[in-house]
């Protein structure tokens, strides 16, 4: 079976088994991840002993820290949110020198937000000042499955491996999962967290090393979460940090 169609169903089996066991989802897909490289990196060396033709197939990870942008002038969170990313990229060139491509992935995105909220029901919340130490903050963990596409320039040949980039694109998200806590409590979100997200992006640098940043497209919240006063709550994550390309 081409390995193509082994990869499908790994995902299919992958997506089966997710709602049983977490874990075996996450080390799963790192399977998957290894097994679809190894491929294609045997696929890639064929290429180019018999054809100008290339590809520039990777695997990425990342991390950023996340800028809260909000409507409520409450919002001030201490600390930082953070961002970690993994995955790969199947590259598409779209010209005969290969500096002009797209790219599809498959990718994991883990996200800790760090908020001043403090919930007083199910899909009700106040906004708190965390410089009174009696007061803690709500940490939001997402945990996402990611389908990235971009759009590819970089300055690479078949023959050279160190070269500069400028990559954008979307990235469309499933939250697999999502959680709470409030200092040793957890925090039950209800369905007030949207179980789908897209972002936008652009990553651009020499050689492994590269500067990534995104702005989230859909809200977050979704118009269940209010505070007291019946203001709907809305923030957008800023990321900013380093993405890896590993070839």
């Not at 199910?122 to 000042?129: A, C």
């Not at 500069?164 to 959680?179: D, M, N, S, V």
């Not at 992006?201 to 977050?220: E, H």
Request: net charge positive.
């Amino acid at each position: 079976m081409p390995y193509t169609g082994t990869f499908f169903l790994l995902y299919y089996y992958m997506l089966n088994n997710i709602k049983h066991n977490r874990r075996k989802f996450e080390l799963t897909y790192i399977l998957i991840l290894l097994f679809f490289c190894s491929n294609l990196l045997g696929q890639k060396t064929s290429d180019n002993e018999n054809t100008n033709f290339y590809r520039e197939d990777q695997i990425y990870f990342g991390t950023s820290f996340m800028l809260l942008k909000s409507n409520q002038e409450a919002f001030n969170p201490k600390g930082l949110s953070r961002h970690f990313q993994l995955g790969f990229i199947r590259d598409i060139p779209l010209n005969s020198s290969g500096r002009f491509a797209t790219g599809i992935g498959l990718g994991l995105d883990f996200e800790r937000y760090t908020t001043n909220l403090i919930q007083l029901d199910e899909g009700i919340y106040n906004l708190t000042d965390l410089n009174n130490e009696s007061n803690v903050p709500l940490f939001i963990s997402v945990q996402s499955l990611e389908l990235p596409w971009s759009l590819r320039w970089r300055s690479s040949s078949p023959s050279d491996y160190a070269f500069w980039r400028f990559y954008g694109g979307i990235a469309f998200q499933w939250h697999y999962r999502t959680k709470a806590r409030q200092d040793s409590d957890f925090v039950k979100l209800s369905d007030e967290i949207q179980g789908f997200g897209s972002k936008a992006f652009i990553s651009f640098g020499y050689n492994t090393w590269n500067f990534y940043i995104s702005y989230r497209l859909l809200p977050f919240f979704n118009s269940k979460a209010n505070t007291s006063n019946a203001l709907p709550i809305k923030f957008t994550p800023i990321k900013i940090g380093l993405i890896f390309y590993l070839l």
